[in-house]
């Protein structure tokens, strides 16, 4: 049989049309062919259908009858387009295309073929924003991600991780939130963002195109979600911050006002404990209000150190006003500005003041601080000035009822006079010297009149030794010899001695019959004292009666003066120095020296006595 021949043809199955309508139709049957039997009647042409004459046969053309070209009646109105003709290579008739055979009552042939397993979710068309929406809404902790994708167990996760996070963090505190709390949370977000990203890629559900852009963008806009939380949590936490710096600097003021009236020194710690605070804000947190406000806070702090001085109580002030002084070297200038010489010209004041006040006492601590560390002060100007008046007051006091007490003060104002740097104090200390040598004298002749003997001879002696050129020097001495004698006498101490020694009146011859040096003094109409070496050979008396008859009787050379006294009334001390015998009392004794008269004094040792004044004719 040869191609494309009708009797070839298989005849057309019972197949219904395909549920698309693209299934194969059945072929016209040739004319000359006849219904198969026991499948009905045959069918008539669909309409429209002309049966093909038969024509020659082409060349290169199978032989056999041609068939007409096929016209598709119009498509149902409710089904697909039924397709044109099939075209076949081979096929008979003038076009060499053979329509397809009509529909049988059956429908078209059903072509049997295996079908694939449909898999459980379709793959998701590519689509980039998909996954970027997803990976960006996850990223702003609020698992929105995970709920578009709806993955809720993720998502819960996402909320929990979100959740703990700010039970963690708030309320916002100095300490903010832990380190190790807020990497593993950024590790979740990562993780998670990761996680939706490659969730988005393989699912599909049933996103459009125009969803993928709005979802991206509002993962874009709800990032400032937790973005505007961070800022939202630093502003916070810099509050607390502010807070706590505020409370320091509150502490601070509490302590400083706590301080004020007292005593320096006791409350030293605290003033210094203050200023930490102060510094550390300043220096530690530098733009804070607490930092701020420090700068009013230091006048306050300044004047509660400084309250001796607004109370004028200037000695009380030198200690915290050089207090004040060191912090520029431990806080920094800069930090302190206009306060880092604040304290110079309150101290100068108060050193000058003080030290004013202490020139009686002959302490020149102060001022030489002063002259020292001010000298270009104003109160450093007024340093000698002051001294002078010092010196030109208790001058004048000399002549008062209290010319020691003057004269002691004029000695302590010379002292500091003299130990200013520089020699600033040199004229100053000469006139105070020549005071005090006034002064002096004063003072032992109203120790004399006022009875107190002792002191007036010490004063008097120390006078003479002292003064060597001075034109009260005999004087001195003479009153110091009345004095000495009027504390073992006091009858020789009514009155002041006249200024007269021996040297005319009455012969008055002294002797040693004792075997250590004497000395004898004597006042009265004259007044002087006479020195005589130890008697060689001379022994102390076992009584005043023996002394009485034996003493200066024997043929030796005894130690003598002769004297020449202005006749009156005498008074006698004789000082007994080292000799053999040990150390031997002082002796006192008067005599009345007459005119016509020639006097010996023999002057011997009583054993566990002392020796008698003998005068002889």
């Known amino acids: 049989m040869e191609p494309n021949d009708p009797g070839n043809r298989p005849a057309p199955e019972d197949r219904r049309p395909s549920e698309d309508g693209t299934g194969p139709r059945p072929g016209p049957a040739p004319e000359d062919a006849a219904a198969p ?9 669909p309409p429209g259908y002309t049966p093909a004459t038969p024509g020659p046969p082409t060349a290169g053309s199978p032989t056999g009858p041609a068939t007409a070209p096929y016209t598709a009646p119009p498509p149902p109105p409710c089904g697909p387009p039924a397709p044109g003709p099939a075209a076949f290579p081979h096929g008979a008739g003038a076009g060499g295309a053979t329509p397809p055979a009509p529909p049988t009552p059956y429908g078209p042939p059903e072509i049997l073929e295996p079908t694939a397993a449909a898999p459980s979710h379709p793959a998701a068309a590519p689509e980039p924003l998909r996954a970027v929406a ?3 809404l996850n990223l702003t902790g609020l698992g929105l991600g995970y709920v578009l994708l709806r993955a809720w167990l993720p998502a819960a996760l996402c909320w929990a991780a979100t959740a703990a996070l700010l039970a963690t963090a708030l309320p916002a505190d100095v300490d903010g939130v832990p380190g190790g709390v807020l990497v593993g949370y950024l590790t979740v977000l990562v993780l998670a ?23 991206a963008g509002l993962g874009v806009v709800l990032l400032a979600v937790p973005a505007g939380g961070a800022f939202a949590y630093e502003a916070a936490q810099d509050e607390a911050v502010e807070d706590m710096l505020l409370d320091r600097l509150a502490e601070a003021d509490r302590l400083v006002a706590a301080q004020d009236g007292r005593d320096f020194t006791a409350a030293e710690d605290d003033y210094r404990s203050a200023l930490d605070t102060y510094r550390d804000l300043v220096r530690d947190h530098e733009g804070s209000r607490a930092a701020d406000r420090v700068p009013d806070r230091l006048r306050t702090y300044y004047e509660s150190v400084a309250r001796p001085y607004a109370d004028r109580r200037y000695c009380q002030a030198v200690q915290p006003l050089k207090y004040l002084r060191t912090l520029p070297a431990t806080v920094g200038e800069d930090r302190l500005g206009r306060f880092a010489t604040w304290p110079d010209d309150r101290l100068a004041t108060s050193l000058y003041a003080c030290g004013a006040t202490a020139l009686d006492r002959g302490d020149g601590t102060h001022l030489r601080e002063l002259m020292t560390t001010f000298p270009a002060s104003d109160a450093a100007a007024k340093v000698v000035p002051a001294l002078r008046d010092a010196v030109d007051d208790r001058t004048a006091d000399l002549r008062g009822a209290d010319p020691c007490a003057a004269t002691e003060k004029l000695e302590r104002v010379r002292s500091v006079a003299a130990g200013l740097p520089g020699g600033a104090g040199t004229a100053v200390a000469s006139d105070a010297r020549r005071a005090v040598e006034t002064g002096a004298y004063a003072c032992g002749v109203d120790q004399f009149e006022d009875g107190r003997f002792t002191e007036a001879a010490q004063r008097l002696r120390d006078f003479a030794t002292t003064y060597k050129d001075s034109g009260r020097r005999e004087r001195a001495r003479t009153i110091a010899i009345a004095a000495e004698v009027a504390a073992e006498r006091p009858q020789a101490g009514r009155g002041l001695p006249a200024q007269r020694g021996p040297g005319s009146g009455q012969e008055f011859v002294v002797k040693n019959d004792g075997p250590s040096p004497v000395e004898v003094l004597f006042t009265g109409p004259a007044t002087g004292s006479v020195k005589l070496g130890p008697c060689a050979g001379c022994t102390s008396y076992s009584s005043k009666a023996e002394g009485r008859s034996k003493a200066c009787k024997a043929d030796r050379g005894y130690p003598q003066r002769t004297l020449r006294l202005p006749p009156g009334e005498y008074h006698f001390l004789y000082k007994r120095g080292a000799g053999g015998t040990g150390l031997v009392r002082n002796h006192s004794d008067g005599a009345k020296v007459q005119s016509g008269y020639r006097y010996t004094d023999c002057t011997y040792v009583v054993r566990g006595g002392v020796g008698d004044f003998d005068g002889l004719t």
């Open 193 to 215: 963002a990761a996680d939706a990203v490659r969730r988005a890629r393989r699912t599909a559900i049933g996103w459009t195109r125009l969803r993928a852009p709005l979802a």
């Open 37 to 45: 039997a026991g499948f009905g009647p045959p069918v008539p042409p």
């Open 134 to 136: 997803a990976g960006l």
